[in-house]
């Protein structure tokens, strides 16, 4: 068993699973409520994790947005932001990207052996660099690392490559997702779960329903990974 932090994916998907159009870029899915719902999740957790298609497209900043949680998090001792996480085995990630702009607190980007040098050294003027397995990330020494680190409560927040890959080496205990009324549709459209899936019924990862509510024009189902 892994010495690990307590893992939980959130995401937003339309009623056919998808998490953004073909165009692969951000789509609001959720409404006002359930962002506030992320906010809050955000704010309890120790870090917030994307993986670097996410941030190439999206370029989200992954700050806690209410004022109020930020101060409940610095009168806890902790840093107004959670600590943000680049799974990012190339160091491909900008050293512009709104998570090094906007905010305070830690930044890590997780890179593999394999990243350039020069990229390496411009990410560590803004971040914490963290080297684990050779040509990608090793998802399971990242965890551990974070473990480390202090993180003991890591939230994912994408995207679909990533979701589905630390799914799949059992490395998520949770997972909470906005099903929204919509119908994206298309083959190219991300999924809440890419990457290479399985053959077999009994591959499958499975789940049990903690905790289902009706949330502004959708409905957030909470998952306890078995
Ligand atoms: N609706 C929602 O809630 C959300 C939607 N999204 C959407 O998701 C899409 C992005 O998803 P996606 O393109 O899948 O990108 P991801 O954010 O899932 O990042 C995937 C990348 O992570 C890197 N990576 C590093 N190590 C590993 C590993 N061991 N296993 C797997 N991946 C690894 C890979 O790049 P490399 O090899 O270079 O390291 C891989 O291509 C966008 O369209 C975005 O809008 C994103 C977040 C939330
Ligand atoms: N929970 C949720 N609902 C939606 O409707 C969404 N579109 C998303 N998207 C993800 O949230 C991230 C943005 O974070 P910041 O506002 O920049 O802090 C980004 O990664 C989106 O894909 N999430």
């Known amino acids: 068993m892994l010495d690990r932090p307590y893992t ?10 998808k998490i953004s159009t073909k165009k692969r870029k951000q789509v ?3 409404g006002k409520t359930d962002f506030d719902r992320v906010d809050e999740l955000r704010a309890g957790s120790d ?9 190439l497209a999206d370029d989200p900043s992954l700050t806690v947005k209410s004022e109020e949680r930020r101060k409940r998090r610095v009168a806890e001792g902790k840093d107004e932001n959670p600590a943000r996480v680049v799974v990012d085995s190339q160091a491909r990630t900008p050293p512009t990207a709104d998570i090094f702009k906007k905010g305070t ?8 052996q394999a990243a350039p040098a020069d990229r390496v050294a411009a990410l560590k003027e803004k971040a914490e ?18 473990k480390k680190r202090g993180i003991n409560r890591l939230m994912i927040e994408g995207g679909a490559t990533l979701n589905y890959a630390m799914v799949s ?7 909470s997702v906005f ?8 083959k190219d459209a991300p999924t809440f779960m890419d990457g290479p899936g399985i053959a077999e019924r009994s591959e499958a990862v499975e789940l049990r329903l903690m905790k289902y509510e009706q949330m502004d024009e ?5 998952w306890k990974v078995l």
């Open 8 to 17: 939980f994916i959130n995401s937003a998907m339309s009623a056919d699973g």
């Open 28 to 30: 609001k899915i959720s």
């Open 47 to 55: 870090a917030v994790m994307v993986g670097i298609g996410t941030v």
């Open 105 to 112: 607190g830690k930044r890590i980007v997780v890179v593999s």
């Open 129 to 146: 660099i963290i080297v684990c397995g050779k040509d990608e990330v090793d998802l399971e020494q990242m965890s551990v690392e974070l």
């Open 169 to 175: 080496r059992r490395l998520v205990d949770e997972i």
């Open 179 to 186: 099903v929204g009324n919509l119908i994206i549709g298309g």
């Open 218 to 222: 959708g409905i957030v189902l909470t």
